[in-house]
């Protein structure tokens, strides 16, 4: 069992409360997975800007002079802001790659979230409450964000075990349910250049998707073909740069309630997770239907 | 009319107190507020009390209940009346998955639609959906009646027993060992009172009555090569 929140904001002046909102509808999915926690969140764009949000056990360590010393190797400015065991590098576009790269060779202990123009991920062991409040989550602002509670079954209980998972720019995905191809699955996407982090199979619908967006399709298209390729139970939310998609498996025995006003889109594994959105009372609420992909984009 | 906020009194205190209702009781009419997608509300029942729930409902509701009647003035979520032996459950809105699971008595009524495996294993219960139901419903049912205003999914009736599925609509697929029957005068004469029971705007000549073919009651002989 997890849970699985989303909101993908349609009244630009909404923005300013999604960390709010979806914070709270996080952390009443916590009966649902006490396990670990994590959300994605879109935020403004930055002219020119991309970036890295990283993760370590020893911040204290790893992240003091991490900011200088990126800026020495690029030769250009990277701006480190931290929060708890996470931080958001800033960088020229086009740097996150080499950044990347840098990281894994002279900071192994340092862990990638997410990269991208504009997501941020930040995801821990421990209650969602307590890891909300850790990364102040509900201060943040933007115009899409997804979150999960997790309830291990497929891997460890750790913080890169934990959602959403992040396998391409500004992509994330969280999941609910299990798979049961993800072994084979990972070793074809391997061969197609893929990375993976974990032996997790979430992270490996997560590679699916993205693969199949660098081939050409869209968010859509990918999680059609999905339905075809990835074998087991799942609800799955998307976030893309500027979409937000759903889908279930055909025999959608996981649960899924989605509400839509003129204001936003929102996902909630249980209708509870809902309630305190704005107009809640007059929103359109359904389930989705199995085997059918939903998406929305700005 | 007693009322019951939720936002006050916890859950537990909620179902004990209706759960406490003598048969004789005077305090038949209540009304619950402040539900807000909770799980488990006014389950295990047993008087006949008439009980409203004014917003949504999480997983369960009504489940087991026995000679009560409850509303719900919104939608509910998986498992609602699961078990029921008697009495009634009225739903305004959508009922999720499993709606009326196993029930071996008394009446559900969907105004919405309902999801998947709505009236799965039913014992006995009559659901009368004024929508549309999800894939596999009715799956292994043995007894009661199903009716259904709108389109059935796929897998209607899989595995069937002696349950009556009646569907006015369309019906994706027919499950395994589940087949459309012939529709007699004392079926006609079920459908009417069903209709009339749970307020539904249809006419029972308009629907068709799916049934077991009854082949996977007894082995076959001649599939035994195969195991």
């Excluded at chain 1, 003129?262 to 309630?275: I, M, N, P, T, W």
Aim: proline fraction near 3%; aromatic fraction near 6%; charged fraction near 25%.
């Amino acid at each position: 069992m997890c849970g699985i929140v989303g909101l993908f904001l349609k009244d630009r002046s909404l923005e300013p409360e999604l960390g709010r909102l979806l914070t709270d509808m996080l952390v009443t999915m916590s009966d649902r997975g006490p396990d670990s926690a994590g959300i994605a969140i879109y935020g403004a764009e930055q002219d020119g800007k991309s970036k890295l949000t990283v993760q370590s056990g020893d911040p204290d360590v790893d992240f003091a002079g991490l900011d200088a010393e990126l800026s020495k190797v690029l030769g250009e400015d990277v701006t480190l802001r931290r929060k708890d065991t996470h931080a958001v590098l800033e960088m020229p576009v086009g740097a996150t790659e080499k950044v990347r790269a840098f990281l894994a060779s002279s900071h192994p202990n340092i862990r990638i979230m997410s990269a991208g123009d504009i997501i941020e991920i930040y995801k821990e062991v421990g209650l969602p409450k307590d890891v909300a409040e850790r990364f102040a989550l509900s201060s943040m602002s933007g115009s899409h964000g997804i979150g999960h509670t997790r309830m291990a079954t497929e891997s460890a209980v750790t913080t890169m075990g934990a959602h959403p998972f992040s396998t391409g720019s500004d992509q994330c995905l969280v999941h609910n349910g299990s798979l049961s191809n993800h072994n084979s699955l990972r070793r074809k996407l391997r061969r197609e250049g893929m990375a993976f982090e974990t032996e997790n199979d979430s992270e490996v619908a997560a590679a699916y998707l993205t693969y199949k967006m660098r081939e050409g399709s869209n968010l859509g298209d990918a999680m059609k073909s999905g339905l075809d390729d990835l074998d087991g139970f799942f609800t799955f939310v998307v976030g893309t740069k500027d979409g937000f998609g759903v889908v279930r498996d055909p025999i959608a025995c996981k649960p899924a309630v989605m509400a839509e006003t003129d204001q936003y889109v929102a996902f909630g594994s249980e209708y509870r997770a809902l309630v305190n959105l704005p107009d809640i009372e007059s929103a359109r609420v359904w389930e989705p239907e199995p085997a059918t992909v939903y998406f929305w984009e700005h | 009319m007693q009322t019951i906020d939720m936002a006050e009194s916890g859950l537990r205190e909620l179902n004990s107190t209706l759960q406490a209702q003598a048969e004789q009781t005077n305090q038949t009419d209540w009304e619950i507020v402040n539900t807000r997608g909770s799980h488990a509300v006014a389950v295990g029942l047993d008087a006949p009390i008439d009980v409203t729930i004014r917003g949504s409902t999480g997983y369960y509701c009504a489940g087991m209940n026995k000679q009560a009647t409850v509303r719900v003035k919104g939608s509910a979520g998986p498992g609602v009346a699961e078990n029921m032996m008697s009495g009634t459950v009225i739903i305004d809105g959508d009922a999720s998955q499993y709606a009326g699971a196993t029930g071996h008595g008394g009446l559900l009524v969907i105004k919405g639609n309902a999801s998947s495996r709505c009236g799965i294993s039913m014992k006995g219960i009559d659901i009368v959906v004024h929508g549309n139901i999800g894939h596999m419903s009715a799956f292994m049912a043995q007894s009661g009646n199903l009716v259904v205003l709108g389109d059935a999914g796929d897998a209607l009736g899989d595995s069937l027993y002696e349950a009556r599925l009646f569907v006015r609509g369309s019906v994706k697929s027919l499950g395994a060992d589940c087949e459309e029957k012939e529709m007699r005068p004392e079926h006609l004469e079920i459908l009417r009172d069903l209709l009339e029971r749970s307020g539904a705007d249809a006419s029972p000549e308009e629907f068709k009555r799916y049934g077991s073919a009854r082949k996977l009651y007894n082995f076959n002989i001649d599939n035994a090569s195969a195991y």
